[in-house]
């Protein structure tokens, strides 16, 4: 097995799902993708981002592979038109997660949380941290910040 399909196979094997059927580039709608999946390490990425795809965005959440949108695209603008589509006011936001791809979105709204097992760099951009994702994280802050009984 090469090395980026081991890769491949740790991180569906990790989610308990088969991998997908590789797809000829020449039939996808390229022009309406907003996120893919590299299978890269981190030392590779700096270089293949800039090589091959200059005009795009990456954030890492696991060893196994990131998370790539072309520039502008975002949870923290996703967040940004949800709220104005529903008129929400941005002073009663909060966002929950625990993945690099998730700190535009955790620094935007007024609460952002980080999971307990959240890596170190997307904990420093949440302003509180809460348990893991496995033992109720999400429940535990809605309480600390009163909005659960």
């Not at 991180?11 to 996808?28: G, M, Q």
């Not at 990131?66 to 975002?74: F, H, K, L, Q, R």
């Not at 529903?86 to 955790?106: C, H, Q, R, V």
Request: glycine share 4%; charged share 20%; net charge negative.
């Amino acid at each position: 097995m090469s090395r980026k399909n081991q890769v491949q196979w740790n991180l569906y094997n990790h989610i308990n799902t088969p991998v997908p059927p590789l797809l000829d580039k020449e039939l996808l709608d390229i022009e309406n993708v907003l996120q893919v999946n590299i299978f890269i390490d981190p030392e590779s990425e700096v270089s293949f981002m800039k090589e091959v795809m200059p005009n795009s965005l990456v954030s890492r959440w696991t060893p196994l592979f990131a998370d790539v949108n072309p520039e502008g695209i975002s949870k923290q603008k996703c967040v940004q038109y949800f709220c104005n589509h529903f008129k929400i006011n941005l002073s009663e936001t909060m966002a929950f997660w625990d993945g690099g791809n998730d700190i535009s979105m955790l620094k935007y709204v007024v609460i952002g949380v980080a999971m307990g097992n959240a890596r170190e760099n997307v904990k420093q951009a949440a302003d509180f941290i809460t348990d893991d994702v496995d033992h109720h994280g999400v429940e535990s802050a809605l309480k600390h910040f009163g909005l659960l009984v």
